[in-house]
């Protein structure tokens, strides 16, 4: 079947640090990618997608290169900044019109000052 | 703010009872997502309308239901309420109805506590 696996977190990060999450991820044909972001009290955020192998999603100085030989889709961005602190979940949505999104655990981000 | 709007934002209710979640969707989306998020299970996919029509299931118990009506907002129904239903309850809209370059926008969510 489908699924998601994210890094375990949390995830402790002074500011200006390299961020990486790692979301590898199971699925039959050709799934889109997604990360969404969760800031506390808040709703999920889309913050880039990724639609077919070899696309890469980016957004607001994060990146994820859809890795279909390692069936991958890892969270990245240069340097983070305080304002950065939310729980990061990968998604897929599988081939076809059912429209559902499959989440990953999700993983918490935390950057110091 | 995604333009999904849910009612109400917090809602305390007893083991048993029977509530009702709405959810609007964005100004033009004919999809409605409704999702569960709790400790145990994370975030799982329940159920999805497109313009007043059931597309598919998901995780959802038999004494939860949802529909769409004519305007296209959605209301999620939980009945015989239990502990372990304590959740936030996101619903979610987009334009059509899944394909590749469909991505949907979340609402703030419904804290649902069961005492």
């Known amino acids: 079947g489908n699924s998601v696996t994210q890094m375990e977190g949390p995830v402790t990060l002074s500011e200006e640090a390299f961020l990486t999450i790692n979301c590898t991820y199971t699925a039959t044909g050709y799934p889109s990618l997604f990360w969404y972001v969760q800031y506390p009290g808040e709703g999920l955020q889309l913050l880039l997608k990724?639609?077919?192998?070899?696309d890469k999603g980016s957004n607001k100085g994060f990146e994820a290169t859809y890795r279909k030989e390692t069936t991958s889709f890892h969270l990245e961005k240069g340097s983070v900044q305080v304002s950065d602190s939310a729980v990061y979940f990968c998604?897929?949505?599988?081939?076809?019109?059912?429209?559902?999104?499959?989440f990953g655990q999700g993983t918490t981000l935390q950057v110091k000052p | 703010d995604s333009g999904v709007t849910q009612t109400p934002k917090h809602l305390i209710t007893a083991t048993g009872q029977r509530v009702t979640l709405r959810c609007s969707p964005r100004?033009?989306?004919?999809?409605v997502y409704w999702y569960q998020q709790s400790l145990d299970q994370g975030l799982q996919f329940l159920i999805h309308?497109?313009?007043?029509?059931?597309?598919a299931k998901g995780n959802i118990l038999e004494r939860f239901s949802a529909q769409q009506f004519p305007d296209l907002h959605s209301e999620l129904n939980l009945s015989s309420l239990e502990l372990g239903d304590s959740a936030l309850y996101f619903c979610?809209?987009?334009?059509?109805?899944?394909?590749?370059?469909?991505?949907?926008?979340f609402g703030p969510g419904t804290r649902l506590t069961v005492t």
């Open positions: 979610a809209s987009s334009v059509v109805s899944g394909g590749a370059f469909d991505e949907q926008y």
């Open positions: 309308y497109y313009n007043g029509e059931e597309r």
């Open positions: 100004s033009g989306d004919l999809s």
């Open positions: 998604a897929l949505k599988p081939t076809g019109n059912t429209g559902k999104l499959i």
């Open positions: 990724a639609t077919k192998a070899d």
